[in-house]
């Protein structure tokens, strides 16, 4: 067991990007210690990742700022991919099936998914220390020496824990002989971020499939639109063919409005009339991923640790991810309540992820830049696809990122009896329950507790109260009941929820007398037909690590 009291159970999270507020925030709300720095004196203006998935919408609704973001946001419905000359629909994936409470994407611009992240943690009293940067790190066995540069001079600090959210450049990348695996002559994008004047509805994200690679138009607030369009890397061009604006090997170069106006006419049909550029670049992007999220008391997350096509919108939200998998077992791991093996679960859970997506973004990436026959194949493939429901069902799911389970870690476990979910898939949020006063009630709002939460389909007061013994201070205990009970039964003890048409029992597979164990971040620890208390503090011990105090 690690994690003592002092400046060695503090957690340090360098960089204040989406990624690091977001770990700062459930760090925080989890009952850590908390620092958290970055290097920019100011937040960014740059617009660069705009669409927030379902998926982070869900944590986003559990840490309470989902509404917040959502009033900020232009709610999208649907994707659609076009191709060829005259832009024909091949295929458009309404997002209305996707499994989760929010079946939409919210499109905004970078700054404000941070403003709104760095207005919680100022709540939850952390403050982003500006204009600070981590200049080296040295661990041992008990804790990490951090040196902090900023303008009031060179800060030497111990810290327990150290969380590298500092991006693609991650210095604590560097500093713990870590590097990014992969491929450094990348697609080369152009950003843009302008007033679009258009009739087309700003419900809609666009993708186009062209000789040149994908393009989009991502509608914004306030009549604004961010573009991005593959170009040629320059030097590459076929003769004849218009200046595409682009950096080269990862440096930024600022393309003119005229040449955006052109390239987004070209690529995309004219259906904009661009004006008042906020952010014009040119990128080169590189696809890759470190081996290890972990190293000792350093852990990797977001873009330090995997980097790729922006065109699926999918690094902020792997990113915020990885960020919320991990704050819930770093703030057990660094209060002392679990054994630092629980830690090695974050790797474990989140590399093959972070694998997937490199992999995905990298193959269409490909797959869409290719002209002659093999664009022919292409459309026909996109047609065809198009007209299979299921498939703008999966492509919008996996966008989304609600198919994500962990089956095969190592710290879920259970499931005996069980008949539906499984260990490690995301919880489900049902519809149809009440709370004690006969008010709708949702799983996804109990969430917004900080901890465990434990649901039980068994009506013995006595196994309630067991429970209770179990979990502890590690979260909450809440009896499914089919029926409100005569005497108001919760207030007490803590939220019930009333199942009259027993939507528990049958989406989480429990039956009328099981259990399930939803961890902080929302995914089942544990699912059991049986409400044995005996095996939940089994579970949490030996699976999670936990440090279960009592008898049961
Ligand atoms: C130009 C550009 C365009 C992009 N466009 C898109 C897009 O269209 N769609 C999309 O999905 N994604 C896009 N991305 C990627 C997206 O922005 C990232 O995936 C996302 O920001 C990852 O968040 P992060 O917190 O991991 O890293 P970042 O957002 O990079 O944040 C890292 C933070 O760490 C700080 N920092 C760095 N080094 C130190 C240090 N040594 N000490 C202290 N602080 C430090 C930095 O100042 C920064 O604030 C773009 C990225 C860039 C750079």
Redesign the pocket.
């Known amino acids: 067991m690690t994690g003592t009291g002092g400046a060695s159970s503090t957690v340090l999270v ?7 507020l977001t770990a700062a925030c459930e760090l925080a709300r989890q009952g850590a210690r908390v620092r958290l ?4 004196p100011e937040p ?1 203006a ?1 617009s ?4 927030v998935h379902a998926r982070t919408q869900e944590h986003l609704a559990a840490m309470g700022v989902l509404d917040e973001l959502a009033a900020r946001a232009v709610e999208i419905t649907a994707v659609e991919v076009r191709s060829g000359a005259a832009g024909t629909l091949r295929l458009r994936a309404s997002t209305a099936g996707i499994d989760s409470r929010y079946p939409r994407a919210l499109d905004t611009p ?1 700054p404000v998914t941070e403003a709104v992240l760095a207005g919680l943690a100022a709540r939850l009293g952390v403050a982003v220390e500006r204009g ?4 080296d790190l040295a661990q041992d066995e008990d804790g990490v020496d951090v040196t902090l540069a900023s303008a009031a001079g060179t800060e030497h600090a111990r810290v327990g824990w150290v969380v590298g ?8 990348r560097a500093a713990v002989g870590e590097r990014i695996e992969g491929v450094f002559h990348g697609e080369h994008f152009l ?1 843009a971020d302008v007033a679009a004047a258009t009739t087309l509805a700003p419900d809609t994200i666009r993708l186009f499939a062209g000789a040149d690679g994908v393009s989009g138009a991502f509608p914004m607030p306030d009549g604004r639109t ?1 573009f ?1 369009v593959q170009v040629p890397a320059p030097g590459s061009r076929p003769p004849g063919a218009r200046s595409p604006g682009a950096g080269s090997a990862g440096a ?1 170069v600022e393309p003119t409005l005229d040449e955006v106006q052109r390239l987004v006419d070209d690529r995309m049909g004219e259906h904009w009339r661009l004006s008042d550029p906020r952010w014009l ?1 040119g ?1 080169e992007i590189h696809h890759g991923q470190v081996a290890r999220y972990r190293h000792g008391r350093v852990l990797l ?4 640790a995997h980097v790729h096509s ?1 065109a699926g ?5 792997t ?1 915020m991810q990885d960020a919320v998998n991990l704050a819930w077992k770093l703030a057990l791991v660094s209060t002392g309540r679990a054994g630092d093996a629980l830690l090695d679960s974050y790797h474990a859970e989140r590399h093959p992820v972070g694998a997937a997506v490199v992999r995905q973004t990298t193959r269409l990436t490909h797959a869409v830049a290719t002209q002659g026959p093999r664009a022919h194949l292409r459309d026909v493939g996109l047609l065809l696809l198009g007209h299979l429901p299921a498939v703008g069902e999966a492509v919008a799911a996996n966008m989304a990122e609600v198919r994500l389970r962990y089956r095969r870690s190592l710290v879920v476990g259970g499931g005996d009896g069980v008949r539906g979910a499984c260990p490690g898939d995301h919880a489900p949020d049902p519809a149809g329950l009440f709370d004690a006063a006969g008010g709708p009630a949702r799983v996804g709002d109990l969430l917004r507790r900080p901890g465990h939460l434990l649901l039980t389909t068994c009506l013995s007061r006595t196994a309630h109260e067991r429970l209770r013994g179990v979990l502890g201070g590690l979260g909450t205990v809440v009896p499914v009941r089919p029926a409100a009970a005569p005497t108001h039964d919760g207030s007490a003890d803590g939220p019930v929820l009333v199942d009259p048409g027993g939507v528990v029992a049958t989406r989480y597979g429990i039956g009328h007398d099981g259990a399930a164990l939803i961890r902080p971040d929302g995914y089942l620890g544990y699912l059991s037909a049986r409400t044995d208390p005996v095996a939940v503090a089994r579970h949490l011990a030996e699976r999670e690590h936990v440090l279960v105090t009592a008898r049961v």
Do not use: I, Y
């Not at 660069?48 to 669409?51: G, L, T």
């Open positions: 360098v960089g204040a990007g989406p990624v690091g720095v970055d290097a920019l960014t740059q660069r990742a705009v669409v970078q600070v940067e981590l200049t959210a500092d991006g693609g450049h991650s210095r604590v950003f961010r991005l930024a670049v990128f997350a977001g873009d330090a922006p919108g999918q690094g902020m939200n990113g």
